[in-house]
């Protein structure tokens, strides 16, 4: 019986051990991950002077369950999920990233933006809540350093585009892009001038499919035009 049992252990002992290691290598990876997570979004708030208290949460899931409340609301808490972080490749792409859902969970406290605006109307937030936040998101990133562009990278690279945006909380990604690029124009101007993602592919692809909505933005700049333009 000893005998045996020394056979036993001697054949999965190995095995044991390159799973200890193979757990070690995951939480590794996974610390590193929350570690950049937690540093850039610690950044965008202090820098920001965010006086409300936000935690960053790395989620090993694509995407969270579709029933699951959204805790950015509730808890203040937001998880930054696997399916998301995957499309990251710089520390601007991830600044994009949280940016964005930092000026969503800022909406949730009483108080900011002028007026008072609950959780429940942050859910159920209309689309101009999305263009305001779309732009303090820009604004977030330029005060920490930043550059913004790489808000339009990763919007462009994960973002989908929906046929009409009529009965939708949303807008088109192609509205939302060509509003950001105009705010960016008017009040950050030198990271156009000096544009560092001007070979990047991804925002090479904004430029070629953002061709009508530039032009629109060209014509209002020429003739110093403050209307609303109705981009597509």
């Known amino acids: 019986m000893k005998k045996f049992l020394a056979i036993f252990l001697l054949m999965f002992t190995p095995?044991?051990?390159?799973?200890?290691?193979?757990?070690?290598?995951?939480?590794?990876?996974?610390?590193?991950?929350?570690?950049?997570?937690?540093?850039?979004?610690?950044?965008?708030?202090?820098?920001?002077?965010?006086?409300?208290?936000?935690?960053?949460t790395y989620d090993k899931r694509t995407k969270k369950k579709k029933?699951?409340?959204?805790?950015?609301?509730?808890?203040?808490q937001i998880i930054i999920y696997d399916g998301l972080y995957n499309s990251v490749q710089t520390d601007d792409e991830l600044a994009a990233l949280i940016s964005r859902e930092i000026s969503t969970v800022i909406k949730s406290y009483d108080g900011v933006w002028g007026g008072t605006i609950d959780s429940v109307q942050v859910a159920l937030s209309s689309k101009k809540f999305e263009t305001a936040a779309?732009?303090?998101?820009?604004?977030?990133?330029?005060?920490?350093?930043?550059?913004?562009?790489?808000?339009?990278?990763?919007?462009?690279?994960?973002?989908?585009?929906?046929?009409?945006?009529?009965?939708?909380?949303?807008?088109?990604?192609?509205?939302?892009?060509?509003?950001?690029?105009?705010?960016?124009?008017y009040k950050y101007p030198q990271y156009l001038e000096n544009n560092k993602y001007i070979n990047n592919k991804y925002y090479q692809n904004f430029l070629l499919t953002s061709i009508e909505n530039r032009k629109k933005l060209e014509e209002k700049i020429k003739y110093k035009s403050y209307e609303e333009l109705k981009y597509e």
Do not use: W
């Open 15 to 56: 095995m044991a051990c390159e799973a200890v290691q193979e757990k070690d290598l995951n939480l590794e990876e996974i610390n590193a991950v929350q570690t950049r997570i937690d540093n850039v979004g610690t950044n965008i708030l202090n820098h920001n002077k965010i006086t409300r208290r936000i935690v960053f």
């Open 134 to 185: 779309d732009k303090r998101a820009v604004d977030f990133m330029v005060n920490a350093g930043y550059n913004p562009l790489a808000l339009i990278v990763y919007i462009n690279k994960t973002c989908p585009q929906k046929r009409f945006d009529k009965f939708s909380r949303h807008n088109l990604t192609s509205k939302r892009l060509a509003r950001i690029y105009e705010y960016i124009t």
């Open 67 to 76: 029933l699951t409340t959204d805790k950015a609301l509730t808890k203040r």
